[in-house]
């Protein structure tokens, strides 16, 4: 059963549309730098303390199939949470990326009962959406690509408290060992 009635998704945090007709033959470079508003907006989205600068400088060419290949390098610097210490450390991050987009990918709404095959060899180009390529998102998405998920703060390491190994694997062990400390 198809998904009803109009589905509105929220407006990006950081929103730059090109419009694909003023590509012309020759590759175009834009440059995407997000305000004060849009980093703080973003920075809540992605899990950040806070975004301090995010910059993107972007290619676009029409190939002549009609796909438009956009590459680009990013840039930030965020303060992010360390997951051991808990404390809020600065990060810098730079990253390449591309993908191709193309007025003919299909946006359909999926089904419930929809079967889904994978082709990690082909993936296919990302879809054109009322003639614009939004470039502020496709840069928040490569950022949150980047972004490290499990953050620690330099110079800080995990040391677990519990080291497995065969006899302490049972957990009649470790009950044996808490009523020894009761």
């Known amino acids: 059963m198809p998904i009803q009635g109009n589905l509105e998704f929220p407006r990006p945090e950081l929103s730059r549309p090109f419009s694909v007709d003023r590509l012309g033959a020759a590759p175009q470079v834009e440059t995407v730098r997000a305000g004060v508003e849009e980093r703080a907006a973003l920075a809540t989205r992605l899990g950040l303390v ?60 999926p089904s419930l009962d929809a079967e889904f095959v994978f082709d990690l060899e082909n993936d296919p180009p990302e879809p054109i959406i009322d003639g614009n390529i939004d470039l502020g998102e496709l840069v928040a998405q490569y950022l949150s690509l980047a972004l490290d998920p499990y953050p620690r703060a330099p110079g800080v390491a995990f040391d677990p408290v519990w080291v497995a190994d065969e006899e302490s694997m049972s957990p009649f062990a470790v009950l044996k060992t808490l009523k020894g400390q009761a």
């Open 50 to 109: 806070s975004i301090d600068m995010l910059e993107a400088v972007i290619r676009l060419e029409r190939e002549a199939s009609g796909v438009v290949h956009v590459s680009g390098r990013l840039e930030a610097e965020f303060v992010q949470t360390c997951i051991v210490t808990l404390a809020p450390f600065p990060s810098h991050v730079e990253d390449s990326f591309e993908t191709d987009f193309s007025a003919d990918s299909p946006v359909e709404s």
